[in-house]
Nanobody, 112 residues
Framework: VQLQASGGGLVQAGGSLRLSCAASGFIFKFNAMGWYRQAPGKERELVANITSGGSTNYGDSAKGRFTISRDNARRMVYLQMDSLKPEDTARYYC???????WGQGTQVTVSS
């Protein structure tokens, strides 16, 4: 299993970023995928996940601002993040939900 996340960076508060995750090594279309994040000194928290059928679930901090999606043909998972806040600063990880496998993550930093 390989999960390659990209798209992080530095953005001002109120801005947007789109994270991407390229998946390989398993039958992508049959598996739920997720995004989690972890900030220094804090526990990992769920951002969002999406089932093989496209049903979505969001953590409280992401509701109304973030959107998770997937493209089974391209084996990609996306996280559109809008109205970013400084408290969204964290390392964001793409995950294979059933296996509990995490990729290397991508850093998101939101300046005030």
């Amino acid at each position: 299993v390989q999960l390659q996340a990209s798209g992080g960076g530095l953005v001002q508060a109120g801005g947007s970023l789109r994270l991407s995750c390229a998946a390989s090594g398993f039958i992508f279309k049959f598996n739920a995928m997720g995004w989690y994040r972890q900030a220094p000194g804090k526990e990992r928290e769920l951002v969002a996940n999406i089932t093989s059928g496209g049903s979505t679930n969001y953590g409280d901090s992401a509701k109304g601002r973030f959107t998770i999606s997937r493209d089974n043909a391209r084996r990609m998972v996306y996280l559109q993040m809008d109205s970013l806040k400084p408290e969204d600063t964290a390392r964001y990880y793409c995950t294979h939900e059933q296996l509990g496998y995490w990729g290397q993550g991508t850093q998101v930093t939101v300046s005030s």
